[in-house]
C-alpha cells in the first residue's frame, strides 16, 4: 500500500511507527493495532502517536524499550515509555513493582486488575503544573515476560482549562495502552 493510500494519522504517516502497525482498521476509536518487533506482545496504539526510531532499542526477542510521542486532537500531548522483558515471571511480579515504585518516587500501593490471563498494576503519578502521569505493570499469568509502562499527559495550553479537563482523558489514554496489552507465548497462541 502506497503512503498516500494509508490513513492520514501520524502514526500511519510514519515509515517507522507504521511498522510496528498490522491493520489500518481501528480497534477502538483513535487506536490501531500494533504488534512488538519482539513478536511477544500486542497492543492498541494512538492514532496521533510516533515512535521516534533514535528512542528505539531491542535485543532480540528478550527486551523492547519504545518512547512514544503522542499528539492528542485539542492541546494535550502524551508521551509513553515501555519496556518489555521476557525474563520477568510471576514470582517476580513484587520486586518488580517495588522498582517501578522506586522509579517513580512514591510509596502508594497500586491498583491490581485481573484482564483476561493478564494481571495488570496502575496508579497516578504526582504531577506538576498540569503534567498527569502514570506508572503500569503488566504481566501474563501463562507465560514469562512484562511491560512496565510509565504514561504522561501535557494539558499544553497555559494552564487554561485544564486540570479537570484532561486529569480524566490521561487516565483514559493510559488504561487504553496499559488494558489492551495481549501477551503472544511460544506457540504464537495469546
Known sequence: MKASELPKTRAFQDKFT???????????????PFESKTKKYTMNFPSGG????????????HYEFIYGEIEYPGNSI??????????????????????????????????????????AYSLPIKSEKDYYSYGGYIHSTNSSGSIELIYTEDCNNQGKL???LYSSSAKKHFEEILLSVSFINEEGGR
Do not use: A, H, W
Open 18 to 32: 507504521r511498522s510496528f502497525l498490522t491493520s489500518t482498521k481501528e480497534v477502538s476509536k483513535g487506536y490501531y
Open 162 to 164: 485544564c486540570k479537570n
Open 78 to 119: 502524551g508521551v509513553i515509555r515501555l519496556m518489555y522483558d521476557s525474563s520477568t515471571t510471576n514470582s517476580s511480579v513484587d520486586m518488580e513493582l517495588s522498582s517501578l515504585k522506586r522509579k517513580i518516587k512514591t510509596e502508594k500501593n497500586f491498583q491490581k486488575r485481573e484482564v483476561g490471563t493478564n494481571v
Open 50 to 61: 510516533k515512535v521516534p526510531q533514535t528512542d528505539y532499542e531491542r535485543n532480540e526477542d
